[in-house]
Nanobody
């Protein structure tokens, strides 16, 4: 089973940018779709973005499309989430996850089998 470690979180002012990284080990990273989720205090976990095994297909939640970009470098076993124009409502713990499949047309949390420990993103107003 793949192990995932996120990094890159921190404190940023509104309008700023951050890039999250998720390094994978112990599995077949290049054949798995990957996703980024987030969970704010008192709220349910939210799917933010997904990317298929090759990087040719992505999905974004409406709340982040046009501001966030998910991409992957399979040679480095790493998936990234580039976040720009950050808003206070983006504040959350961000988790990366490895999917059970290489691609799908519609994603659910149950499609993901391995999860990282999370990285905190705090956006101040």
């Amino acid at each position: 089973q793949v192990q995932l470690v996120e990094s890159g979180g921190g404190l940023v002012q509104a309008g700023g940018s951050l890039r999250l990284s998720c390094a994978a080990s112990g599995g077949t990273f290049s054949t798995n779709a990957m996703g980024w989720f987030r969970q704010a205090p008192g709220k349910e976990r939210e799917l933010v973005a997904t990317i298929n095994w090759s990087g040719s297909s992505t999905y974004y939640a409406t709340s982040v499309e046009d501001r966030f970009i998910i991409y992957r470098v399979n040679a480095k076993n790493t998936v990234y989430l580039q976040m720009t124009s950050l808003k206070p409502e983006d504040t959350a713990v961000y988790y990366c996850a490895a999917a059970l499949v290489s691609d799908k047309s519609k994603w659910f949390s149950s499609d993901f089998r391995s999860w990282g420990q999370g990285t905190q993103v705090t956006v101040s107003s």
